[in-house]
Nanobody, 114 residues
Framework: VQLQAYGGGLVQAGKSLRLSCVAS????????MGWYRQRPGKQRELVAG???????SYTDSTKGRFTISRDNTKNTVFLQMDDPKSEDTATYYC?????????WGQGTLVTVSS
């Protein structure tokens, strides 16, 4: 499975940004897909995840501001970032779980300016 993320860049605080991640290769059997991030000087952390059936989960820091969704027909997962804050500045990585294997995208940098 290869994961390619798109949509990072510079965004003003309070505006919106949408990240996309497309899975390719042997995608049959992918269950969980998620977005992680790594802020400067911090460990990588889960931002949001979504099951194959579309059930989302969020961390407390992003709940109510970020929305994760997926289009299984296009093997794509999205992260809608509304009202981003400076502390959301990070490299965002998409993640997919297929059977017992975990796959990572290359990361896309999101910089939130105040």
């Amino acid at each position: 499975v290869q994961l390619q993320a798109y949509g990072g860049g510079l965004v003003q605080a309070g505006k919106s940004l949408r990240l996309s991640c497309v899975a390719s290769g042997t995608t049959a059997g992918i269950t969980f897909m998620g977005w992680y991030r790594q802020r400067p000087g911090k460990q990588r952390e889960l931002v949001a995840g979504i099951t194959a059936g579309g059930t989302p989960s969020y961390t407390d820091s992003t709940k109510g501001r970020f929305t994760i969704s997926r289009d299984n027909t296009k093997n794509t997962v999205f992260l809608q970032m509304d009202d981003p804050k400076s502390e959301d500045t990070a490299t965002y990585y998409c993640n997919a779980l297929r059977w017992t294997s975990t796959y990572w995208g290359q990361g896309t940098l999101v910089t939130v300016s105040s």
